[in-house]
């Protein structure tokens, strides 16, 4: 597959590169998640119906899952971060799945944005970072400075490699599986469009490979979220 | 094959900000009224369950009292039903006791009544013996009767009469 993107240098400048499909995707993503959930939230009773029942399971979800890793006195300050990670990634990496589009000579101008590394790396990196600051934030500059020679003193250099290898595996875990779904979802759609026998071949395989995008979608975006909280617990607990 | 400048950094830094906005928004406009809810009803509903533990408490505590007035009252009614019990068999037996001596002054009275009458019956027939006797006296005095034969009268008179009486 020979898909490419739009890309324009931004004033001319050679390093202000700006993959223009994408910076409209990830708004496009934003939006869907703020306007569902700015809908979602209107009518807010004591006693709970319909929308606000599935955002508060959607809260009491991310509670748990932040609770799995950290206590609730660090743990409260990362709800909304959870809460916009996952519906971001969950939407971003939906996006794909029912339709992409192309125009005639590959130039792509809708799909999940997640299959970009660009923008899951810096992402994971925008993370990481942040455990930084809660981290001095948290637990103080001295505690923060004393965790890097603990439970040694030779461990500083493996806890500056584990930062970077997390944010490459934070950011690679999720662009990989979304890019691959994209690819084989690609291949799957053009295959069908080859011919009348393959239209009917790759129906029933693409429905199928469809509810799996579904389910990577939704398990890539519960682990982004997860791992976020592991790596945030790594830096702000007290003690490990 | 990896340039540097093949790196979007202007999508990159428009993603952060962008999701710092997009965090920022749902804070206000979405998550922080819920969760903002959500607390409210952790409270309203530890505040309901600690109101109706209290009234629970309440309610015992009145049911004893209730159950303590209950035997209060019971034991005050026995008490009045005794006490009236008690009272009544003592105005009866007074009652009684108040005939009996009744009873008893009145046949006292009538007892001295009688002998009293007795008395004056006596007395009275003395006089009239007395009388009696002078009459008959001057009736024998009247027949000229010798001496022993008046005193024999007299003795015979006054027997009869002692006898009568």
Redesign the interface.
């Known amino acids: 597959m020979d898909s490419h993107f739009l890309k324009v240098d931004l004033f001319g400048i050679p390093w202000l590169t700006v993959n223009v499909p994408n910076l409209i995707l990830t708004t496009v993503a934003m939006a869907i998640v703020f306007f569902v959930t700015f809908f979602m939230s209107r009518k807010i009773q004591m006693y709970p119906t319909g929308a606000q029942n599935a955002l508060e399971y959607l809260v009491q979800f991310i509670k748990n899952v932040i609770s799995s890793t950290m206590d609730w006195k660090q743990g409260k300050n990362f709800i909304m971060l959870g809460i916009t990670i996952i519906l971001y990634v969950f939407v971003a990496n939906m996006m794909g799945v029912p339709f992409e589009l192309a125009t005639a000579d590959h130039d792509v101008w809708w799909n999940s944005p997640t299959s970009n590394p660009v923008l899951t790396i810096s992402l994971a990196a925008f993370i990481i970072i942040l455990t930084h600051i809660y981290g001095l934030k948290l637990k103080g500059p001295k505690e923060y400075g004393k965790d890097y020679f603990r439970p040694a003193f030779f461990m500083a250099p493996f806890k500056v490699i584990e930062d970077l290898s997390n944010t490459l595996t934070l950011g690679m875990r999720l662009y990989a599986n979304i890019y691959a779904k994209e690819m084989i979802m690609v291949m799957l759609v053009g295959l069908g469009a080859s011919g009348v026998f393959w239209a009917f071949g790759a129906f029933i395989p693409l429905v199928v490979f469809q509810a799996f995008s579904v389910f990577i979608g939704s398990l890539q975006a519960f682990i982004f979220c997860m791992l976020t909280m592991v790596y945030m617990a790594h830096k702000v607990s007290e003690e490990h | 094959m990896f340039d540097?400048?093949?790196?979007?950094?202007?999508?990159?830094?428009?993603?952060?900000a962008?999701?710092l906005?997009?965090?920022m928004?749902?804070?206000k406009?979405?998550?922080g009224?819920?969760?903002d809810?959500?607390e409210?009803?952790e409270q309203?509903v530890a505040d309901q369950i600690a109101s109706a533990e209290k009234n629970r408490a309440d309610a015992e505590k009145y049911l004893a009292e209730q159950r303590e007035a209950i035997q209060a009252a019971r034991q005050e009614a026995k008490d009045i039903v005794e006490n009236s019990k008690k009272m009544s068999d003592q105005q009866a037996n007074d009652i009684v006791q108040g005939a009996k001596k009744e009873a008893e002054r009145l046949k006292q009275t009538a007892l001295a009544e009688i002998n009293t009458e007795k008395e004056q019956a006596i007395s009275a027939l003395r006089e009239q013996v007395s009388t009696l006797s002078v009459l008959v006296a001057t009736k024998v005095i009247e027949k000229e009767l010798d001496e022993k034969e008046q005193e024999k009268l007299i003795q015979d008179t006054l027997r009869e009469v002692g006898e009568d009486l």
């Open positions: 540097i400048y093949e790196i979007e950094w202007v999508n990159a830094i428009y993603q952060i962008a999701f906005v997009l965090l928004l749902l804070k406009f979405a998550f009224p819920i969760m809810m959500m409210k009803r309203h």
